[in-house]
């Protein structure tokens, strides 16, 4: 059996972090992006089962043995988007080319004014989607993360960005808590952002196909949908190297409809149209793919509880 993801420690340590961020700053971009081979080597050395997890994935999706240089490139770009984070909480998009598709969709759907659910994966920079509010300031945008798995990077991006606590909706404070923020923030108007591809210890997870072979998923992101009653959006922030992103914005549901009497059956298909987006992504972008963990067995703490029962407990309904 495999360890949970919400297991591992976070990496580097607090005085690291912080040195190589004040060490970017002062010294620029093209100083930090330097200092991203050797951290990429470390990492690559010291954590294995992250670079095991990077193995396997890149051999699933490429569908052949993989190299050591293709499993550091996987890691390398996981180092790029979370030192580019430092930037764009730092600096804005000025650095940076951003080009965005379906922003006519996403106009047209924020029109509205029933606020937005934004759904994305651990794919690329969640982080770019913050162009948005510099674009359209009008907007406000709330992003649900759990602050507790990563205090450091936590802490320093709210340094850089003394608002951003503000704009979190923070994962871990538990399902009440969580809805009724969201339901707040889109009753204003607002766009909602989660990704909905991991599932937390001891959340209801259901296995639906995903690059070749069933994988959970949890269904908390769509009964929240569900409540909330408002259009759904795929988003993925992709980077493409050097200062490049793509934003990709994706009409999906309005609304996300569940009915009690079909509970089951409707989880199980909106999981599977939304994995296939997903499935879809990762073959544009395979090292965009920063789940560093064997995702097909992320449930290995967690009962698979396939029952609308266990699907009523998770939302108290």
């Not at 080597?41 to 293709?70: I, M, N, T």
């Amino acid at each position: 059996m495999s360890e949970h993801w919400q297991s591992r420690p976070e990496g580097g340590g607090h005085f690291a972090i912080w040195l190589f961020c004040a060490i970017a700053l002062r010294g620029g971009r093209r100083l930090g992006r330097a200092l991203l081979y050797p951290i990429t080597l470390y990492f690559y050395l010291r954590r294995q089962p992250e670079r095991d997890a990077s193995r396997h994935f890149l051999e699933r999706v490429l569908g052949k043995p993989v190299s050591v240089w293709q499993v550091m490139k996987h890691l390398h770009a996981f180092a790029a988007v979370t030192f580019d984070r430092i930037f764009l909480l730092a600096h804005g998009e000025k650095n940076f080319d951003i080009a965005v598709e379906g922003l006519d969709a996403l106009e047209s759907t924020l029109a509205q004014g029933k606020g937005l659910l934004l759904v994305g994966s651990h794919q690329g920079s969640f982080e770019a989607l913050r162009v948005l509010s510099s674009r359209r300031p009008d907007i406000p945008l709330r992003v649900v993360l759990d602050k507790q798995k990563t205090p450091s990077m936590t802490e320093l991006f709210e340094t850089l960005a003394p608002d951003i606590g503000a704009h979190v909706i923070d994962a871990s404070l538990g399902g009440a808590s969580i809805t009724l923020a969201m339901a707040e923030a889109c009753e204003k108007g607002a766009m909602v952002a989660l990704l909905a591809d991991r599932g937390r210890e001891h959340e209801v997870l259901r296995r639906t196909p995903f690059l070749g072979e069933p994988a959970p998923f949890p269904v908390g992101p769509w009964l929240l949908a569900h409540s909330l009653r408002v259009p759904v959006m795929l988003c993925f922030g992709l980077y493409e190297g050097g200062n490049r992103y793509r934003l990709v914005f994706e009409p999906f549901a309005d609304p996300v409809e569940i009915p009690r009497h079909d509970r089951t059956r409707a989880l199980d298909a909106w999981i599977a149209r939304y994995a296939s987006r997903v499935e879809h992504y990762v073959h544009v972008a395979p090292y965009n793919w920063f789940n560093f963990y064997d995702f097909w067995q992320q449930d290995v703490a967690t009962a698979v509880r396939p029952d609308a029962v266990a699907v009523r407990e998770r939302v108290g309904a």
